[in-house]
């Protein structure tokens, strides 16, 4: 069974441009979350699906993020402008329903230069 | 404001030693506390997990053990590897309100 998939690995793009990551949750798992995961230290969370619907998204900065999760499956997150600070992996989770195991991706890594 | 509060930041054991995590939590409504453990380049896994109407839960070479009272919990490794050499996060949650609440990890070598 696949994993949780997430695209790019890697984006490497200049202040001010915008970049947006794809994910891919496991088959059936009806919670999609967005963590970001800046170098040592631990996930934090940005958003939270509960199917299509954004359930938990006050870690979420509105003016430059934002995600949708059309039909309920895969989701996007963009950045619009990227700033410097945003350099960080970006991870991408689901789990069958919410409070049970959570599968991570990859991640994808980001870097503004 | 840190929820979940976890020692030491880096950790280095010998081969077949004992490895000790410590995690602090200040939240008494969590219930729910996993281990995640993460690999270079990689997501984090879930590792084990326990519930607070126990005091301790072991799989294989890893045991939880959790103090209710003084609201910590901790990750014992025995005989450590060198396969075990990562990353280590421990988590909590409120089950069926909020979501995962990671510590910021301790990153394990385990030298032959």
């Known amino acids: 069974e696949a994993g949780v998939v997430q695209s790019p690995r890697y984006k490497i793009i200049e202040k001010k441009q915008p970049v947006a990551f794809w994910c891919n949750p496991i088959?059936?798992?009806?919670?999609l979350y967005w963590y970001l995961q800046n170098l040592g230290q631990g996930p934090e969370l940005l958003i939270r699906y509960e199917n299509e619907e954004a359930v938990d998204d006050s870690q979420l900065p509105k003016d430059r993020f934002s995600a949708e999760r059309l039909k309920g499956v895969d989701s996007t997150l963009k950045i619009q402008p990227a700033e410097l600070g945003d350099s960080a992996v970006y991870l991408c989770a689901s789990s069958l329903e919410r409070n049970t195991e959570a599968f991570f991706g990859q991640g994808t890594r980001l870097t503004v230069v | 404001q840190q929820q979940v509060k976890q020692s030491p930041q880096s950790l280095i054991v010998q081969k077949g030693g004992i490895s000790i995590i410590n995690c602090a939590y200040e939240n008494t409504a969590f219930d729910y506390f996993p281990w995640y453990q993460q690999f270079p380049g990689k997501g984090p896994a879930l590792l084990i997990a326990i519930r607070p109407d126990v005091s301790e839960k072991k799989e294989g070479r890893f045991t939880i053990s959790f103090n209710k009272s003084a609201k910590q919990f901790s990750l014992h490794i025995m005989d450590s590897q060198p396969g075990d050499s990562a990353t280590y996060f421990c988590?909590?949650?409120?089950?069926?309100?909020?979501?995962?609440?990671f510590g910021k990890g301790t990153r394990l070598s385990v030298i032959a």
């Open positions: 088959s059936g798992h009806n919670t």
């Open positions: 988590a909590a949650e409120i089950s069926g309100n909020t979501p995962l609440v």
